[in-house]
C-alpha cells in the first residue's frame, strides 16, 4: 500500500465507522494519537431515533457505528481506516465472529468526497494485495443521521473490562492493537 500525506490540514475533522459491535471498535480506535472522541451510536436505517433494542432486532436497517472526532494533523483519515481494517473481518457480510445480522455490517459512512476516494482507493490496494482470501463486502457510502446510543455503551470497554464479551471480543482488539499500531498510540494505553 502507498504512503498518503494527511488530507486535512487544520481543525478537527469526523469520521463515521462501523465494524461490527460497536464497543469492537471504540475502545481500539479511541486509544490512537489524535483521536479526540469516539462516541458509539446509530446510523443508515429508516427509524428515527433507534433504540438498541430497534437495533437489536436488525430490521432497523441500521449500523452500530462509531464517530470518530480526530486531529488530521496528528492521524490521517487514511491510517484511521486502515486500523480499522485491522481490527475487523471486513469479508464478513453482516456478521463480526458471532454476532450476526445487518447491524453488525462493515461499513465506511463517508462526510465528503475526498472520504469517500481514500476509502475505495484503500479498499482496492488491500483488494489488490490479496490481504484476505475472500472479497472486502465494506459498504462505502455518504453518511446518514447518526443517532448517539444510550449513554451506558459509551466507553463500554473502559467502564467494563471485565464483562465477559469484553474479555473474549474486545480486549484482544485493543491488545492487537498495541501490538500492531504501538507507534500510533496516545502514551501510557
Given at each position: 500500500?502507498?504512503?498518503?500525506a494527511?488530507?486535512f490540514?487544520?481543525?478537527?475533522?469526523v469520521?463515521t465507522?462501523?465494524?461490527?459491535?460497536?464497543?469492537?471498535t471504540?475502545?481500539?480506535l479511541?486509544?490512537l494519537?489524535?483521536?479526540?472522541?469516539?462516541?458509539s451510536?446509530?446510523?443508515?436505517?429508516?427509524?428515527?431515533?433507534?433504540?438498541?433494542?430497534?437495533?437489536?432486532t436488525g430490521?432497523?436497517?441500521?449500523?452500530?457505528?462509531?464517530?470518530?472526532?480526530?486531529?488530521?494533523?496528528?492521524?490521517?483519515?487514511?491510517?484511521?481506516?486502515?486500523?480499522?481494517?485491522?481490527?475487523?473481518?471486513?469479508?464478513?457480510?453482516?456478521?463480526?465472529?458471532?454476532?450476526?445480522?445487518?447491524?453488525?455490517?462493515?461499513?465506511?459512512f463517508?462526510?465528503?468526497e475526498t472520504?469517500?476516494?481514500?476509502?475505495?482507493?484503500?479498499?482496492?490496494?488491500?483488494?489488490?494485495?490479496?490481504?484476505?482470501?475472500?472479497?472486502?463486502?465494506?459498504?462505502?457510502?455518504?453518511?446518514?443521521?447518526?443517532?448517539?446510543?444510550?449513554a451506558?455503551?459509551?466507553?463500554?470497554?473502559?467502564?467494563?473490562?471485565?464483562?465477559?464479551?469484553?474479555?473474549?471480543?474486545?480486549?484482544?482488539?485493543?491488545?492487537?492493537?498495541?501490538?500492531?499500531?504501538?507507534?500510533?498510540l496516545?502514551?501510557?494505553?
Open positions: 500500500m502507498s504512503e498518503q494527511p488530507v490540514t487544520s481543525g478537527p475533522a469520521a465507522l462501523g465494524g461490527g459491535c460497536f464497543w469492537c471504540e475502545a481500539p479511541s486509544k494519537k489524535g483521536v479526540s472522541q469516539v462516541v451510536g446509530y446510523a443508515g436505517g429508516h427509524l428515527e431515533n433507534p433504540t438498541y433494542e430497534d437495533i437489536c430490521t432497523s436497517g441500521h449500523a452500530e457505528v462509531i464517530q470518530v472526532t480526530f486531529d488530521p494533523a496528528v492521524i490521517d483519515y487514511r491510517t484511521l481506516l486502515i486500523t480499522l481494517f485491522a481490527i475487523h473481518d471486513p469479508t464478513t457480510l453482516n456478521r463480526q465472529g458471532n454476532d450476526r445480522g445487518t447491524q453488525y455490517r462493515s461499513v465506511i463517508t462526510h465528503d472520504q469517500a476516494q481514500i476509502a475505495r482507493q484503500l479498499i482496492a490496494e488491500l483488494e489488490a494485495a490479496h490481504v484476505w482470501d475472500d472479497p472486502i463486502v465494506t459498504e462505502v457510502s455518504p453518511v446518514p443521521k447518526f443517532w448517539p446510543a444510550e451506558y455503551h459509551q466507553d463500554y470497554f473502559t467502564n467494563n473490562p471485565f464483562q465477559p464479551y469484553c474479555m473474549a471480543v474486545v480486549g484482544p482488539k485493543v491488545q492487537k492493537m498495541r501490538e500492531k499500531f504501538g507507534n500510533l496516545k502514551p501510557g494505553v
